[in-house]
């Protein structure tokens, strides 16, 4: 039995890394019959049927899990945005960061471009969150020694909306990442008639890095019921003042005696932020479960 971690996943073959030997697996039925499926970045046990062949035979446990794009065990998540073309609405990032608070994954954010306009208010937003936010320009270079010693030793995901520099700033980071993907993706004949699919990357920084389909985006089908039931605990700046509002029960939207909007009266917590809580809190409001709610995973 050998020990290592699935790199890529691929029209139902997991590709294991096990002590730098590559091994093509299958995974056991029982994980169908149980409802479950070994993901990208999982630690599993392998038995080895044959040369460089085996099957995903133990799934380790896991400290995260996203259903969209499938993958377990993300440090965090990266958000990359702008305050140049294009400006990012700060809702994208309290969106993210909302969900990854929910799955108990951090998040750094990235305010890149800041050669084309310094950034300098949306940082100060996610620095009085308690966020670690660091600004970069991949054209310039500045900021991205500072980004690539947040990735080193961790696994992360970048996601942010279209056009800010992504894909750049990994390039920044490690010149030929662009190329490695191109040129695995070529191998394996991936185009717009063949299943994308997801993969981790190792960079020579000790950092890794997930690359999937829908890299540009981590999915907001996330948005559920076990949200809607933590939504104030995801706001982590929420966290001092929740209990403390005079009734039980506070929305936290509009009460009278309620110890967040008091917070955000008072500069302790940005503006922005509640806004974009009470406009996730209206997204979910209406929600209804039909089955157990599951455990709040949140520290």
């Known amino acids: 039995m050998s020990r290592g971690r699935i790199q890529k996943a691929l029209s139902g073959f997991y590709y294991v890394d096990a002590d730098g030997k590559l091994i093509t697996c299958r995974a056991r039925g029982k994980f169908r019959q149980e409802g479950r499926s070994p993901l990208v970045g999982d630690w599993v046990e392998v038995r080895e049927t044959g040369p460089a062949e085996g099957m995903v035979w133990e799934i380790g446990p896991r400290r995260t899990a996203f259903d969209r794009p499938a993958v377990a065990n993300v440090d965090q998540l990266v958000v990359v945005a702008s305050a140049a073309i294009p400006v990012t609405d700060p809702f994208l990032i309290d969106r993210v960061a909302a969900i990854a608070a929910l799955k108990n994954c951090g998040v750094v954010v990235c305010v890149n471009k800041c050669d084309l306009e310094p950034g300098d208010a949306l940082a100060a937003i996610y620095r009085q969150a308690g966020f670690p936010v660091v600004l970069t320009s991949a054209e310039t270079g500045e900021g991205v020694a500072e980004l690539t010693g947040l990735l080193r030793g961790r696994l992360s995901a970048f996601t942010g909306n279209s056009g800010v520099g992504k894909s ?37 920084c000790g950092a890794e890095v997930i690359d999937t389909p829908g890299f540009s985006s981590f999915d907001a089908q996330e948005l559920d019921m076990e949200l809607k039931e933590h939504l104030p605990e995801c706001f982590v700046e929420f966290r001092p003042f929740l209990g403390a509002c005079r009734f039980v029960g506070c929305s936290h939207t509009k009460e009278k005696g309620c110890a967040v909007l008091a917070a955000v009266k008072e500069g302790k917590i940005p503006r922005s932020r509640h806004q974009s809580y009470v406009r996730l809190y209206n997204e979910l409001k209406d929600l209804r479960s039909w089955s157990a709610p599951r455990r709040w995973n949140g520290s």
Do not use: M
């Not at 750049?168 to 490690?174: C, D, R, T, V």
């Open 168 to 204: 750049s700033l990994l390039n920044a980071i490690q010149p030929d990442f662009s190329l490695r993907v191109a040129e695995i993706s070529e191998k394996l004949g991936r185009g717009k008639h063949t299943t994308r699919h997801v993969e981790l990357y190792r960079l020579d």
